[in-house]
């Protein structure tokens, strides 16, 4: 067993800064550390494959991410792991807990199935993993290994979390809720009248956009239509992922608040 900030703390040294996910009470300690942290960022998801986007635009802005969740909720995340970081070569750490781990600790009915499947699933869609350390002497080389398969290959590592790898650490300052940003609609000249096209729309964002700005295109019409208009560096055409496009805009924007 170690500390949660053992680990943190080593991963902060090889550049990690945001951390992403959906709570697990092997994790609780892992969320904690990073929320007290002064140097560290905690984004809470609505689901686990909303957290794999946020990491994922992250890593894309200059900000090396970790994503953490329950195995129980793998699938939600394996829509993005597949369709988003394999295909745009985006790596990031995964931290997924094995509850229902067979012939570990017991555990709800609704684990079991997942809890038997996990390490199999990582291997299908092609993510290479490694227990989570449990000792102090373990968590260097475990992030070396994690670093360099995501430096050489540009996809995205896992660490598998067993119960009780880590120390309980107890919650000592609150999350801080910032007032809502909105860009104010004269801000973006839009088309009101309902009977514009979906290519006047596209045609009108993207002249009122400079090259500084990004433009984020989801699956679909939406992103060859943008393409066929007039491609631009920057401008991302996401492919698959469905309904992520929105959590990777969000990564990227806590990265580089300064871009529009």
Not at 162 to 170: A, L, N, R, Y
Not at 191 to 204: G, I, K, N, V
Not at 224 to 239: H, K, P, S, T
Request: aromatic residues 6%; negative net charge; contains cysteine.
């Amino acid at each position: 067993m170690i500390k949660s900030e053992d680990f943190i703390r080593a991963a902060q040294a090889k550049g990690f800064g945001l951390y992403t996910g959906v709570p697990c009470s092997y994790l609780k300690s892992f969320i904690n550390n990073v929320i007290d942290s002064d140097h560290l960022r905690y984004v809470g998801a609505t689901n686990e494959g909303d957290a794999v986007a946020i990491a994922s635009g992250a890593e894309l802005a200059g900000v090396p991410s970790v994503v953490m969740f329950q195995n129980s909720g793998f699938g939600n995340a394996v829509n993005p792991l597949t369709s988003l970081n394999q295909t745009f070569k985006i790596p990031i750490l995964v931290i997924v807990t094995w509850r229902g781990q067979p012939g570990g600790a017991p555990d709800e009915p609704q684990h079991q199935l997942m809890g038997a499947i996990t390490p199999q699933l990582l291997d299908l869609i092609q993510v290479p993993w490694e227990l989570f350390p449990t000792e102090i002497d373990q968590v260097e080389p475990t992030l070396d290994r994690a670093v360099a398969h995501m430096q050489q290959h540009q996809t995205p590592y896992a660490l598998i979390m067993q119960k009780g790898s880590v120390e309980s650490c107890p919650l000592s300052s609150q999350l801080t809720v910032k007032p809502l940003s909105i860009t104010p609609a004269d801000a973006l000249p839009l088309p009101q009248d309902p009977s514009f096209t979906r290519r006047e729309m596209l045609q009108a964002i993207q002249a009122a956009t400079g090259p500084e700005d990004i433009l984020l295109a989801t699956t679909g019409y939406t992103g060859r239509e943008l393409y066929a208009i007039q491609d631009q560096a920057n401008q991302l055409y996401m492919v698959g992922s469905m309904g992520c496009i929105s959590s990777l805009g969000l990564g990227i924007a806590l990265a580089q608040p300064h871009r529009r």
